[in-house]
Nanobody, 125 residues
Framework: VQLQASGGGLVQAGRSLRLSCTAS????????VGWFRQAPGKEREGVSC????????DYADSVKGRFTISRDNAKNTVYLQMNNVEPEDTAVYYC???????????????????WGKGTLVTVSS
């Protein structure tokens, strides 16, 4: 049972990158899934999340209008499309899954049921 995050890399500011989070050993159908990130010397912060139905999404203010989260339950995968990236987006990105959803989802680091290993995103200026 695991989540696998992938798609990170080195990208220039203003360009795009797509992260993927794929589950194995369980189905994401009844899990809300989201992305957190942690920059060096900083705490882990919520970036975006999506309800298990796909009908509701939430974003941190810092990424609104630039990042889009989506899910494909047939592929057991959640995506984070990152457009117009900025050097401040540099961080290790983690995906997480939980059997609940609420307005505080992005603040609830301790409330996740599964975590994937991170994928590093580095944005050069």
């Amino acid at each position: 049972v695991q989540l696998q995050a992938s798609g990170g890399g080195l990208v220039q500011a203003g360009r795009s990158l797509r992260l993927s989070c794929t589950a194995s050993g369980f189905t994401l159908d009844y899990y809300s899934v989201g992305w957190f990130r942690q920059a060096p010397g900083k705490e882990r912060e919520g970036v975006s999340c999506i309800h298990y139905s796909g009908d509701r999404t939430d974003y941190a203010d810092s990424v609104k209008g630039r990042f889009t989260i989506s899910r494909d339950n047939a592929k057991n995968t959640v995506y984070l499309q990152m457009n117009n990236v900025e050097p401040e987006d540099t961080a290790v990105y983690y995906c997480a899954a939980a059997r609940w959803y609420g307005s505080n989802w992005l603040d609830a680091v301790s409330g996740m049921h599964y975590w994937g290993k991170g994928t590093l995103v580095t944005v050069s200026s």
